[in-house]
Structures are given as C-alpha cells and as structure tokens.
C-alpha cells in the first residue's frame, strides 16, 4: 500500500524559498510510469498542479510556477523534492504531494483527477 507524507514549512516570509519534500513508502519512486507530483489548493480555490518528476528522473512544470520551481530527488531515501523560489502571498495554500501510474510513452502528468495517492496535505502560509 503506497503511501505519502509531506514534510513541509507551516510560515515561510514573502521572498522567500519554499521547499517540499515527500517520502513514499509502500513503493518506489523509481518504479516504471510512475509520475509523483505536488498539487495545491489555495484558499477558496480548486485544486492545481504544480509539477511532476517522473520515475526516469524527468521534470514537468505548471507553465507559469516553472521559473520559480526546481524539482529533485533522493532515490536512496525515496523521495521527491520541490522547491518554490521568491513565494509571495499567492503561494498560500494547503500543499499535498501525490503519485499516479501513468503509461509507456507519452504521458502528461497534470490532469489531477487521475492521481491514486495522496499525502494528507500540509498547510503553508506566506506572511512576513
């Protein structure tokens, strides 16, 4: 049974770097067509896709967050890393890292209903 668990700040000041980590147990991060992403819900909004390393070790963005984002991770530790560079107020939100099984070939690992696992989300705010 695949399971996440975010490690994340609660209060991170604007300007500041955000930086996520997920850990997964119950599988591996490098097991093949597995995509592992980290998704947000800002206050009063619906949920959105941040970005993605898949089970190669490629990389996928949300077009506008890609400059400010830098995804890695530590197959030794199995886990999976996003920081989120000069946060402002509008990067508030509740933070949730999640897996899904994609396939062979092309596959865009954005569309949030199609994720199986889920971390149980973590608040972050961003206040001075």
């Known amino acids: 049974h695949v399971q996440l668990q975010e490690s994340c700040p609660g209060l991170v000041k604007p300007s500041q770097t955000l930086s996520l980590t997920c850990t997964v147990s119950?599988?591996?991060?490098?097991?093949?067509?597995?995509?592992w992403s980290w998704i947000r819900q800002p206050p009063g909004k619906e949920l959105e896709w941040m970005g993605a390393?898949?089970?190669?070790?490629?990389?996928y963005y949300r077009p506008y967050l890609k400059s400010r984002s830098s995804s890695s991770r530590d197959t030794s530790k199995n886990r999976f890393t996003l920081q989120l560079s000069s946060v402002t107020r509008e990067d508030t939100a509740v933070y949730y890292c999640?897996?899904?099984?994609?396939?062979?070939?092309?596959?865009?690992?954005?569309?949030?209903?199609?994720?199986?696992?889920w971390g149980q989300g973590t608040q972050v705010t961003v206040s001075s």
């Open positions: 999640a897996g899904v099984g994609g396939s062979r070939g092309s596959y865009f690992p954005g569309v949030v209903s199609e994720y199986d696992y």
């Open positions: 119950g599988g591996s991060i490098t097991s093949n067509y597995y995509y």
């Open positions: 390393i898949a089970y190669t070790g490629s990389t």
